[in-house]
């Protein structure tokens, strides 16, 4: 079965940092990846995913992500961070069962 | 506009009072799925549904119950809440559970159990 592991639980950058979460999937074949996105009090939404093709596939309110078969990663980056990007990002993967999330990395922007 | 709604948002109960949360989509979507998120542990999928009158256990399913009648429709049972039910649950839908289909998630109920 496949598992995502998000190795860090809580990330503070400044407003206009560039920003990189990490996401590390296992599973033997090529899975279906996705980062989703929680802002405080609401539910998730999907920022991206990745199912073949270009690595580097982009997403919603400019993230991007890039695909790394050999380091078995999908690490989530933004150039420029806004202070509206604080809110909590799942990793997510899916294999031959449905989906798997991470643990979810928690996000905070300062000035 | 297309969506995934929950209620109630917002519940307090006590241990064994049975209840019931709906989720609704009218996206005509066949895969259907509950999860409950507590900090740390991120998301589990606790039941999920293929489609009418199908469903099946996820990861963490003791303890709830579900149905699908309708295509539209997959409430969550609790028959005896407990205190560990504690948790944030969301309903979430998609066309198909073809590998490549995105997720619509509803905006989630707060569940306490005192």
């Known amino acids: 079965a496949q598992s995502v592991t998000q190795p860090d639980i809580h990330i503070t950058v400044s407003e206009g940092a560039s920003l990189e979460l990490r996401c590390n999937y296992s599973?033997?074949?090529?899975?279906?990846l996705f980062w989703y996105v929680q802002s405080p009090g609401q539910g998730l939404q999907l920022l991206l995913k990745y199912f073949s093709g270009d690595t580097l596939v982009q997403g919603i309110k400019g993230f991007e992500a890039e695909f790394k078969r050999s380091q078995s990663s999908f690490n989530l980056r933004k150039p420029s961070v806004h202070w509206s990007d604080a809110a909590e990002y799942f990793c997510a993967v899916r294999g031959n069962t449905p989906l798997v999330f991470g643990k979810g990395t928690r996000l905070s922007v300062i000035a | 506009e297309a969506q995934v709604t929950q209620n109630p948002r917002y519940l307090i109960t006590v241990t064994g009072k049975k209840l019931t949360v709906t989720c609704s989509q009218n996206?005509?979507?066949?895969?259907m799925s509950w999860y409950r998120q507590d900090p740390g542990l991120g998301l589990r999928q606790i039941y999920y549904?293929?489609?009418?009158?199908?469903?099946d256990k996820g990861d963490v399913p003791e303890g709830y119950k579900v149905s699908r009648k309708e295509k539209r429709n997959f409430p969550l049972i609790l028959e005896s809440p407990s205190p560990n039910q504690t948790s944030l649950y969301f309903c979430?839908?998609?066309?198909?559970?073809?590998?490549?289909?995105?997720?619509?998630f509803g905006p989630g109920t707060r569940l306490t159990v005192l």
């Open positions: 996206m005509n979507h066949e895969y």
């Open positions: 549904s293929m489609n009418v009158e199908v469903t």
């Open positions: 599973y033997g074949a090529t899975p279906y």
């Open positions: 979430a839908s998609s066309l198909s559970r073809g590998l490549n289909n995105e997720q619509f």
